[in-house]
Structure formats: structure tokens, C-alpha cells
């Protein structure tokens, strides 16, 4: 049942909705300015009375104009996110080229030009997630919704200098809405037709004193009716109540010193899961499933005997930060503090076949981290510095229980007992790291950038794996002590059989990690004429090692895995042209990737493996053109070739467990030379959008259509030709009309028009090698909001 508490009331609770500074999402910046290099907010941007707009961003800890920034960055303003009606990551790819996001099965992952880090608690994210400069690394902090912010930049390609944790594939970097020095409150209230979604969005600012302002933003959201119905519980599902509150507190006590305080509570609750089957067993001792390939039907059911236990993904999440900027030698000497806390439980099972319900899945983490940077920016003639140290320290506690009626899957004997399987893991992570990053103008028009990151790593960690019963009634409150008194050592045997697995108990401290890494990074970049630069880029990157919490074995040794290493040479050219009317971005880039870590499934779980060599490569375009006022048309594409170049350890696909594909042998097969997963070899999104004044030009109408679209791809991590998605097209549209002041607006907006529904992921269950199951994306959404800005 949804929580009827007041703290998820609707009337209880009312915030005003927020746009963000007004950027396009696919292109890059329009008319050129000289950004100021300093750290904090952006200048606003301006907008020329028939060129295109000027984005800034803060990719390298400096304002900085988007078309100065030798980057493959993508901008998305909170006036993009409002129209389009996103408050979450998995959102974001349909505007992204390049980009894929998924919650799973149990663990959040995104994938950036073809690679991620796959689904498994055990690592930290490849793409790293960064919230107003403080690190969100963990697969959880995906579902974190966005709300209230300025802009997203989404950049492409080992980020190793100027964030305060590594990340090898890109780093998605937020900036939400500071307060200002006057009264402003901003916002949006919505509602869809097709899934009864009512969601209130936004943030007021307002002036304390001449050197003190607070800003408090938040969102509210109900999705009563989930897209998939389950006839089985009478339900839809999965059904939404999301809850999240920002409030900062900006001080100016004197002059060159600035303190902005700030704190946020996400309390984030999913109940039922939309892991559907997606083709059946094909082993003749596998009972089928009641229905495969059904985008809008789940038949599931865990709330009865022996389980007793919903489906859900719940996650309490907060944040405690203080930023103090000091003008200091001609520069800007900047602190970041922040201690933030989360608690996640994902509790899924499968259909079951014949209407069984056979295999039950419950993940908890529990995550802990205080981070601090210190760092300096300042520009002396033509030398711009930024340098600084970074400490985190943080503590990650997983316990995950898988429980089976392995009876329901056509197994006979002692196994069809129910029985259920505990991994219990707990870290501790250190983190020290220095980093420089200087640009140095060597002529006008030409200028090299250089740096390196020095990063120094120590994980201590235990683990343990053990047999239970079937543990009924567990939930988002379950604790590690509740599994531990389900221990049964009379199902020692079953267990034995059944999970092939060594029971153990690795004490905390067995597990030890010490690692450090230089990374480096050069940029050459010249401006081959005014507002147009062409750059060279070069970056190596590392991304810790650490052990997997699902450790099978019996040798604690073997429980750690490598780190992981990127190199990358990225060539772009970007500018604007044809008087200011036509941006251009071209990239062309290639990753290698050496040690990638990898989850490999075997022994009815995911485990952690690292690859030989894996390789990315491509190009990307984006383009935005406004041919005549009120009219503004947008491209973006790329064609992406990435493919594992060494992986001889892969998991077998469901064909070959079934015996029915050569190439599995051992349990594993070869996937050299193979696509990685979600890598589409063509991606694009095309948009346009025209405003007009109407009447006596105080009201106007805008209008407003795109089309995003990919080749297929594989959803799965086998190669498995049952897993893939072929090509498809999504439609997005809006009418608004609104005064030409944008005090209000009210728009009709649809989203997926067509509802396609593609494969968003797949996966072989446990106890199934020979099935897949899988979920799909959201269909189609219509709906209207009426925004409002009062200044």
C-alpha cells in the first residue's frame, strides 16, 4: 500500500516550481563573450536580438562560455528539463545522444559512448555523477530526481582534473539554483493523462538582509497509475510518491567572502517493479512463463506464502554542505564540505511460471561519505591556474537476500525446498588526491592547457555468504541482524547443490586495497577565426579497484578486483557562424580501455570480472541554427563504434546455456570483437521550435516538435540475440502560450507520441540461464502545466 503518512500528503506539502537559466539542450553556445574565470555561478546569459544565446557552464570549475571549453559537453538548461517534463536520470537520453541510463534489475547504471559500469553495488560509477562540485558515485544516486536546478552538463570522456573523484567513461555534472540578491520564485505544476502523474516542482528566493538571502526548492510527485497492470495483485505498477526539499542559505558577512550553506532531503519511494519476461526458457525441463514480449503486463505477486514481501525501491537520501569562496591574491580560494547519507532497498521477483512465484530478490545499501576539497582558481595575464586537494572518506554496508522455491523452475528433490542465499559486505574507502590544472595563452589565438591528478586510495572490507530459509516479510526497515537469524545450517547440503557456492565468513579487515594513480591530461587548442577553435585533447584516467560484496569462493584474494584505465585523444572544432545564426560542435574521439571492470553472472549471481581491452570510437555533431526570429531548428547525432577488443570471459547467452549456439564453454564465452551494450552505431535527435507574438504582442503562442532516434542496440550484457532492440524513433511536442514577460505560461505537452516502448534492459534470471527477462520504457505521456516566474 502507498504510505497515507503526512509527509507524503499532497496537501500537506506545496513548493513552487523552478526553471533554470534558458539553454538548449543539443547545442552548442550561440554568440561569443568573454566569460569571467572565476569559480561560482555563471553569468547570465545573453540574449542577442537575432543571433543565438550564449550558454555558461562550469566544466572546468570557471565560468566559461560552452564554445570555449575543449570538451564534448552537452547543456541542458532548467527551462529544457520543465518543457520536457524530466525530474529524473533515466529521462535524460532521449535529448542525449550518446548516453543510456537504467535502473536494472536491482542497480542504476549509465553508459556514455558505449560503456558504464554495468550493474553490480560492488563499483563505483564510470560515469560520475557530481551535484553543485560533491561527488554522487554510487549506482543508487542515480535515482536522486533532478529539480530546481540551473543547468545539467553532460561531458563525454575520462573527467580526471577538476572533479573530486575520477571517472573513466564521463561525468554528469548539476548545478542547482543558488539564491539571489532579490525576491524570485519560479515553478511549475503539472499533470499526465496516461499514468495520473501530478507533479509540483520549483523555488522561492527571499532577501533576509543586503548580505543574506535564503532559497528553498522542491518537488513533489505522484504517479498513481504504473504502466505495466498486473492482473494477478489487481494493481498497476510501478506506482511513484517522490518527495525532495533544498533549502540554501546564502551569506556575504564581507566583502570578497561569500558562504552558501546547504541541505537536501529526498525521500524517494517506487512500489511494484517493471522487470516483465521477455523471452522463454528454451530448456524442454523449464516450465514457460504465462506471457512473454508484453510491454504492459507483469504477472507477480511476492506478497503471499512463503515471501510475504512487496515489491519496491525505496531510498531515503541526505545532505549537509557548506561552500565558502574567498577572493584571495587576485583569485578565488574556495571550500566544499559535504556529508551526505543514503539508504536504498530495490525488492523485485520474476513472473512466475504457471502464476508461481519462484525467485525473490531484496538489495540494501547503506552509504556514508564526507568529502571536503579546498582549491584555488585565479588568472594572472595569460596564465589561468586552478589547483587544489581533495579527502573523502566514506563507509558502504550491502546486504542482499535472493530466496528460491526452485520447485516452481522444474527442479525435483530436495531442491524444490525453499531456500534463500545472504551476502553480507561492508567498506571502508579513504581518498586523498592533489590536482593541477593550468591554461596557459600563448598567443591570441593559441593556447595549451595541461594537468594532472595524483589520487591515493585505501579500501578495508569483509564479506560473507551464507544459507537461510525462505525469511518472510522482509522490507525497506530489514536488518543485517533479521537475515542473520534466518541462518540454517540443515539446508547446508541444498545450498551446497543448488548455488554451487562456498559458504564463508571473511571478517572486516580481510580485505584490503592500496592504491595510486597519476592521471594526466593536455589540451592544444587555436582559434581559427573569431568565435570559432579547433582543439586536441589528450586524458588518462583510473577508476579504483575494490572487491565484489557477491564473492562465491572460498579464497578472500580472490574476492578483489583491478582498477580500471581510460586513455583518450579527442579532436573538435566548434563555432558560430553565418552573423551568429548557426552554432556548430563536431568531436571526433577515441577511448581505450584496459582492465574494464565488468559484471560476469555465474553461479546464479553476478560477479565481478576485469576484461583485457575494450575500445570506443566515433563521431558527434550538434548544430543549432535560428534562420529567422522566433525560429530555432536543432541537430544532434553520432555514429559510435564500441566493441570489447579482448573479453574471452563472458557470460553464455540464453541460446547457448540452452545448448542450442556453440561458443559457450565452461560456462563463458568470447565476446572479443562484439558491440558492447546499448552502443546504437548511429544516434540523433532533431528539434525545432518558433514563438510568435500574438494580438497586441503581449501574449505570444510557441510551438515546439522533436524527434530522438537510434540504431539498434543490445540490452543485454550477453550479446544474446534475444536481447536486442531494433531501431526506433521517439516523437516529443509542446504548445504554450503564455505573456511575452514569461510571468505564466500554460503548454500541452506529449512525450513519446508514437509509444514506442523499446528493450531498456535485458538479463538471464537466476536459475533460468535459458530465459530472459527484461523491462521496458515508459509509453506515451500527454499533459499540461502551467509555469510561472514572479521577480
Not at 294 to 322: C, H, I, K, W
Not at 482 to 487: D, S
Not at 602 to 622: H, T
Not at 638 to 665: E, I, M, R, T
Amino acid at each position: 500500500m502507498l504510505d497515507k503518512s503526512p509527509f507524503f500528503s499532497r496537501c500537506g506539502f506545496a513548493v513552487i516550481a523552478a526553471t533554470g537559466v534558458s539553454c538548449f539542450a543539443l547545442a552548442a553556445p550561440a554568440l561569443a563573450q568573454t566569460a569571467p574565470q572565476t569559480d561560482g555561478p555563471p553569468a547570465e546569459a545573453t540574449q542577442p536580438e537575432a543571433g543565438l544565446q550564449d550558454i555558461v557552464v562550469t566544466a572546468r570549475k570557471r565560468a566559461e562560455n560552452l564554445r570555449d571549453v575543449p570538451v564534448a559537453i552537452t547543456a541542458i538548461g532548467g527551462d529544457m528539463l520543465q518543457q520536457k517534463n524530466i525530474t529524473q536520470m533515466i529521462d535524460l537520453p532521449q535529448i542525449t545522444p550518446n548516453f543510456s541510463f537504467s535502473y536494472g534489475a536491482v542497480q542504476p547504471f549509465i553508459n556514455i559512448r558505449g560503456f558504464g559500469s554495468g550493474a553490480n553495488a560492488s563499483f563505483e560509477q564510470s560515469v560520475g555523477k557530481f551535484i553543485d562540485n560533491v561527488s554522487f558515485g554510487r549506482d543508487q544516486d542515480g535515482r536522486i530526481p533532478i529539480f530546481d536546478v540551473e543547468r545539467i552538463e553532460i561531458l563525454k570522456g575520462p573527467q580526471v582534473l577538476t572533479f573530486g573523484n575520477s571517472a573513466t567513461v564521463g561525468a554528469i555534472n548539476m548545478a542547482t539554483k543558488k539564491p539571489g540578491r532579490t525576491f524570485e520564485a519560479d515553478g511549475s505544476i503539472g499533470y499526465e493523462f496516461y499514468n495520473h502523474e501530478f507533479q509540483v516542482q520549483g523555488g522561492v528566493t527571499v532577501p533576509l538582509a543586503d548580505w543574506a538571502s535564503l532559497r528553498i526548492g522542491g518537488l513533489y510527485q505522484d504517479l498513481s497509475k504504473g504502466r505495466l497492470d498486473n492482473p494477478i495483485k489487481d494493481q498497476t505498477e510501478p506506482r511513484t510518491r517522490n518527495i525532495a526539499v533544498r533549502p540554501s542559505l546564502l551569506l556575504s558577512p564581507a566583502p570578497g567572502l561569500e558562504i552558501l550553506l546547504k541541505a537536501e532531503v529526498d525521500r524517494l519511494r517506487d512500489y511494484g517493479n517493471a522487470v516483465v519476461p521477455v523471452a522463454q526458457p528454451l530448456a524442454a525441463t523449464r516450465a514457460p512463463y504465462p506471457v512473454v514480449g508484453d510491454a504492459g503486463t507483469r504477472y507477480s505477486n511476492y506478497d503471499v506464502a512463503p515471501y510475504y514481501s512487496d515489491e519496491l525501491s525505496f531510498m531515503d537520501a541526505n545532505l549537509y554542505q557548506a561552500d565558502i569562496n574567498y577572493d584571495l591574491l587576485g583569485g578565488k580560494l574556495t571550500s566544499t564540505s559535504a556529508w551526505r547519507t543514503s539508504h536504498s532497498d530495490v525488492q523485485f521477483g520474476t513472473d512466475g511460471v504457471n502464476h508461481a512465484q519462484t525467485y525473490f530478490n531484496a538489495l540494501w545499501q547503506h552509504y556514508r561519505q564526507f568529502s571536503q576539497e579546498l582549491r584555488f582558481s585565479g588568472t594572472y595575464g595569460r596564465l589561468d591556474i586552478t589547483a587544489g586537494g581533495y579527502y573523502q572518506r566514506d563507509t558502504l554496508g550491502i546486504d542482499l537476500l535472493q530466496e528460491f522455491t526452485l520447485g516452481g523452475f522444474g527442479l525435483t528433490g530436495a531442491a524444490t525446498t525453499p531456500i534463500g542465499r545472504v551476502e553480507t559486505y561492508d567498506q571502508n574507502n579513504r581518498v586523498y588526491s592533489g590536482f593541477v590544472d593550468a591554461t596557459y595563452r600563448i598567443t591570441d589565438r593559441l593556447s595549451l592547457s595541461g594537468g594532472v591528478r595524483y589520487v591515493d586510495i585505501n579500501k578495508t572490507a569483509g564479506q560473507a555468504l551464507f544459507g537461510t530459509g525462505v525469511i518472510p516479510h522482509v522490507d525497506f526497515d530489514t536488518t543485517r541482524s533479521e537475515l542473520q537469524a534466518g541462518r540454517n545450517a540443515a539446508l547446508d547440503p541444498i545450498f551446497n547443490a543448488v548455488f554451487r557456492s562456498t559458504q564463508h565468513n571473511f571478517p572486516f579487515g580481510t580485505l584490503r586495497l592500496s592504491e595510486n594513480h597519476w592521471q594526466p591530461q593536455a589540451i592544444v587548442q587555436y582559434e581559427i577565426a573569431p568565435r570559432n577553435k579547433v582543439y586536441l585533447k589528450f586524458v588518462r584516467g583510473a577508476k579504483s579497484g575494490g572487491f565484489d560484496y557477491g564473492y562465491a569462493g572460498g579464497t578472500p584474494s580472490a574476492a578483489a578486483f583491478r582498477p580500471e584505465f581510460a586513455s583518450m585523444f579527442e579532436a573538435g572544432v566548434k563555432g558560430l557562424i553565418l552573423d551568429n545564426r548557426l552554432e556548430y560542435s563536431v568531436a571526433i574521439f577515441r577511448t581505450t580501455f584496459t582492465a574494464l571492470q565488468q559484471s560476469v553472472f555465474q553461479n546464479l549471481a553476478f560477479v565481478v570480472s576485469n576484461i583485457g581491452k575494450a575500445r570506443s570510437q566515433g563521431i558527434e555533431l550538434d548544430l543549432t541554427a535560428r534562420p529567422a526570429d522566433g525560429l530555432e531548428l536543432g541537430f544532434a547525432g553520432s555514429y559510435l563504434d564500441a566493441k570489447f577488443v579482448d573479453f574471452p570471459g563472458a557470460a553464455c547467452s540464453s541460446g547457448q546455456n540452452a545448448g542450442l549456439q556453440s561458443g559457450c564453454v565452461g560456462g563463458f564465452q568470447d565476446l572479443s570483437g562484439t558491440p558492447t551494450q546499448y552502443a546504437s552505431k548511429w544516434t540523433g535527435t532533431f528539434r525545432v521550435d518558433y514563438a510568435r507574438p500574438v494580438g497586441s504582442g503581449d501574449y505570444q503562442v510557441a510551438a515546439g516538435a522533436s524527434v530522438f532516434a537510434r540504431s539498434r542496440y543490445n540490452a543485454g550484457a550477453y550479446n544474446d540475440p534475444r536481447m536486442e532492440q531494433g531501431a526506433f524513433a521517439q516523437i516529443d511536442a509542446h504548445l504554450d502560450f503564455g505573456p511575452t514577460d514569461n510571468r505564466w505560461r500554460m503548454s500541452l505537452f506529449g512525450r513519446n507520441l508514437g509509444d514506442k516502448r523499446p528493450l531498456e534492459y535485458a538479463v538471464t534470471p537466476p536459475a533460468q540461464p535459458t530465459a530472459v527477462v527484461g523491462t521496458y520504457s515508459r509509453g506515451r505521456q500527454i499533459g499540461l502545466k502551467l509555469s510561472f516566474s514572479m521577480r
